[in-house]
Nanobody, 123 residues
Framework: QVQLVESGGGLVQAGGSLRLSCAAS????????MGWFRQAPGKEREFVGA????????YYADSVKGRFTISRDNAKNTVYLQMNSLKPEDTAVYYC????????????????WGQGTQVTVSS
């Protein structure tokens, strides 16, 4: 079992930055691939980025590539999402999620979800 708690969301102007954190409980965190998804009002939840259990591989949606960076610290049971050059279209609830198998773009690969943290980017 892995429990996930996101933090770091907030209101930021376009062009600004935020760093989201996801603290995980459970001894198996270091064996889990981790992902970030987001959901805007009226839209489906979409993939943002993912990182392998070792941190050696990362994957990003085209819409955030070059602006967002995902990283993890297995000693702290925490995964991060650094978001730079934010745009109004990045406004959404951001969810941290864990997969016992692989880092994936597919939502069905993930078993555990946090409660989400709101990110609002003003123009």
């Amino acid at each position: 079992q892995v429990q996930l708690v996101e933090s770091g969301g907030g209101l930021v102007q376009a062009g600004g930055s935020l760093r989201l954190s996801c603290a995980a409980s459970g001894r198996t965190f270091s064996t889990y691939a981790m992902g970030w998804f987001r959901q805007a009002p009226g839209k489906e939840r979409e993939f943002v980025g993912a990182i392998s259990w070792s941190g050696g591989s990362t994957y990003y949606a085209d819409s955030v590539k070059g602006r967002f960076t995902i990283s993890r610290d297995n000693a702290k049971n925490t995964v991060y999402l650094q978001m730079n050059s934010l745009k109004p279209e990045d406004t959404a609830v951001y969810y941290c999620t864990g997969s016992p198998t692989i880092a994936s773009m597919l939502i069905n690969e993930y078993d555990y979800w946090g409660q989400g943290t709101q990110v609002t980017v003003s123009s």
